[in-house]
C-alpha cells in the first residue's frame, strides 16, 4: 500500500469509519512507516485538540428565553388544536346537513364542478409557457469586473458583484472572500445550495482579494447558478 | 501499539434517541404536551449552541441561530415523519440556518454597529469553572492553543468547517453528517480529510500537535 493512499486513509481510521478490511493493512503500514506515523501523530493530536475545544454552557438568558418560547409555541399549538377540533366537529356536522339537503341536485352539481376543471386545464397550459418564457436568462447583464473576484462561468455558474440581484428561479450564494483571496463564509441568498454552488465554495478559490491603496480586504461575491427547479430529485 | 490508535476514537457519544423515541416525543410535541417541549429543549439545546458556536465563531450569533433553529423545530414538528432522526433533522435546521441569508444580514449589519462586543462576556465562563488537577502554566497554555485552533477554525473553508463540527465539536458518524448535508459518505470522508490537512497546514509550527498525555483512551466517560 502506497504512503499516499495509507495517509488518505488515516483521518477515517481515527473516526473508526474505516471498513475492517481496510483497517489491518493501514495499521500495519502505519507501524512500520515512518513518514506516515508522524502523518498520523500530527493528526491524532488535532482531533484531539479539536474534541478538547470548550463546550461552553449555553448562555444562561438565551436558555430563559428558549423556555419563554417554548411555552408560547406550545400555547400556539393548544389553540390551534382545540380550534381544528371544533373545526372538524362543526364540519362533520355541516357536512351531514349539507348532504341532505344536496342530494337532489348532486349530478347537476358535479357536472358544474367538471366543466371548472375542464375550463381550468385549458388554461394552465398558457400559464406555464409564460413561466418558460421567464427561462431564456434575459435577466443576465454582462457582470462589471471588480478586483475582488474574476467574473466567469464556473461550474454553469456566474460569479457577479455581490449586489446584483438573482433572479427568481435561481440558486445563488454570497461569499465572503477575506484578505487572502479564500472563501471565509457563505450564506443562501436565492434556492438553496446545489452541490455544484458547494463545489465552487470549496475550489481553489478564483478570487484575488478586492484592494484599497494596495492593501487586500476582505469583501464580497455573489455565484449565481441558474437551474430548473427540482432537478435534484 | 497499533492497537491503541484505535481506543482514541472510543468515546463516540452514546445514543440517546432511539427511532421510536423520536417519534414518540415529536407526537408529544404536536400534542402540545408540556414535558415534550421541556424533553427537546433539554436534549438539544446544549448541542444545537455548540454546533452554532463552533460554525459561526460568535457568541450573539450563535444565540440568534439557536432561537430560529428551535422556533423552527416547535413550528414544523409536523412535517418531521422519523425518516431522519430528530437528531439529524434539528442539526440539519442549525446547518441551513447558520447560512441563512436573511439573519446573515441582520448579523453583518449589527456587527458593523457594534464594533466591538465585550470579550468579557465570553471568557466569564472559562474562569468560573477553575481546574484543580494542571497547574496554572499547563491551563494558560492549553488557553492559548484553544484560541489558536478556534482561529484556525474560523480561516477554514466553510464547507470544510461544517463538517470537521459535526465530526470533531458534535460527535455525529460519517453517516449523520451525510444526512444532515445531504451528500455521499464519500463526500463526508474526503470533507473531513481536506478540513483536517487544512487545519494541519495553517497550524503547523506553531502548535504542539503531537498526542499529548491526556490523549489516553478515557474508559470512565
Ligand atoms: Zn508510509
Not at chain 1, 29 to 45: L, P, V
Not at chain 2, 111 to 121: A, G, K, M, V
Request: aromatic share 6%; glycine share 6%; charged share 25%.
Amino acid at each position: 500500500m502506497s504512503c499516499e493512499k495509507v495517509q488518505k486513509q488515516i483521518s477515517s481510521l481515527l473516526d473508526r469509519e474505516l471498513p475492517a478490511g481496510e483497517r489491518e493493512g493501514v495499521l500495519a503500514h502505519i507501524g512500520s512507516c515512518r513518514q506516515c506515523g508522524a502523518y498520523w501523530e500530527a493528526f491524532a493530536g488535532l482531533r484531539a485538540q479539536l474534541r478538547g475545544l470548550d463546550r461552553p454552557p449555553i448562555p444562561e438568558d438565551l436558555r430563559a428565553r428558549l423556555r419563554v418560547m417554548a411555552s408560547h409555541e406550545r400555547e400556539r399549538r393548544l389553540v390551534r388544536l382545540s380550534l381544528s377540533a371544533r373545526m372538524s366537529h362543526w364540519a362533520s356536522h355541516a357536512r351531514l346537513v349539507f348532504d341532505n339537503l344536496m342530494r337532489p341536485l348532486a349530478l347537476p352539481f358535479a357536472g358544474g364542478s367538471l366543466m371548472a376543471l375542464v375550463t381550468f386545464s385549458l388554461l394552465v397550459p398558457s400559464l406555464s409557457s409564460f413561466s418558460h418564457n421567464f427561462g431564456d436568462q434575459s435577466w443576465f447583464k454582462p457582470p462589471v469586473p471588480e478586483s475582488s473576484y474574476v467574473p466567469g462561468v464556473v461550474h454553469n455558474a456566474l460569479i457577479v458583484r455581490s449586489d446584483i440581484v438573482a433572479p427568481e428561479g435561481a440558486n445563488a450564494v454570497e461569499l465572503t472572500i477575506d484578505e487572502q483571496g479564500k472563501v471565509r463564509d457563505y450564506s443562501v441568498v436565492r434556492g438553496e445550495l446545489t452541490p455544484d454552488l458547494q463545489s465552487i465554495i470549496m475550489l481553489p478559490p478564483p478570487f484575488s482579494p478586492a484592494t484599497v491603496l494596495g492593501l487586500p480586504i476582505p469583501s464580497k461575491v455573489k455565484v449565481i447558478q441558474y437551474q430548473a427547479p427540482n432537478r435534484r430529485s | 501499539m497499533t492497537t491503541s490508535i484505535l481506543d482514541l476514537g472510543a468515546d463516540r457519544i452514546a445514543e440517546t434517541g432511539a427511532e421510536g423515541d423520536d417519534l414518540r416525543l415529536a407526537e408529544a410535541l404536536r400534542q402540545g404536551l408540556e414535558c415534550a417541549y421541556e424533553e427537546l429543549l433539554s436534549r438539544f439545546q446544549q448541542p444545537v449552541y455548540n454546533l452554532a458556536l463552533r460554525l459561526l465563531g460568535d457568541a450573539t450569533e450563535a444565540a440568534d441561530v439557536v432561537q430560529e433553529v428551535f422556533l423552527k423545530v416547535f413550528r414544523n414538528i409536523g412535517s418531521f415523519r422519523g425518516h431522519s432522526t430528530l437528531k439529524t433533522w434539528i442539526y440539519r435546521i442549525t446547518v441551513n440556518e447558520a447560512h441563512n441569508a436573511r439573519r446573515w444580514f441582520f448579523r453583518h449589519r449589527r456587527r458593523e454597529i457594534e464594533l466591538d462586543t465585550n470579550p468579557e462576556d465570553t471568557r466569564q465562563w472559562k474562569e468560573a469553572i477553575p481546574d484543580r488537577r494542571r497547574s496554572p502554566y499547563d491551563v494558560a497554555v492549553e488557553r492559548e492553543q484553544h484560541v489558536m485552533i478556534e482561529a484556525a477554525l474560523s480561516r477554514l473553508n466553510p464547507i470544510f468547517r461544517e463538517a470537521v463540527v459535526l465530526r470533531d465539536i458534535t460527535g455525529l458518524s460519517y453517516e449523520e453528517i451525510a444526512e444532515i448535508l445531504n451528500v455521499s459518505l464519500g463526500t463526508v470522508k474526503s470533507r473531513i480529510l481536506r478540513g483536517r490537512e487544512a487545519l494541519r497546514d495553517q497550524l503547523a509550527g506553531s502548535l504542539n500537535l503531537r498526542p499529548a498525555l491526556r490523549l489516553v483512551p478515557k474508559t470512565a466517560e
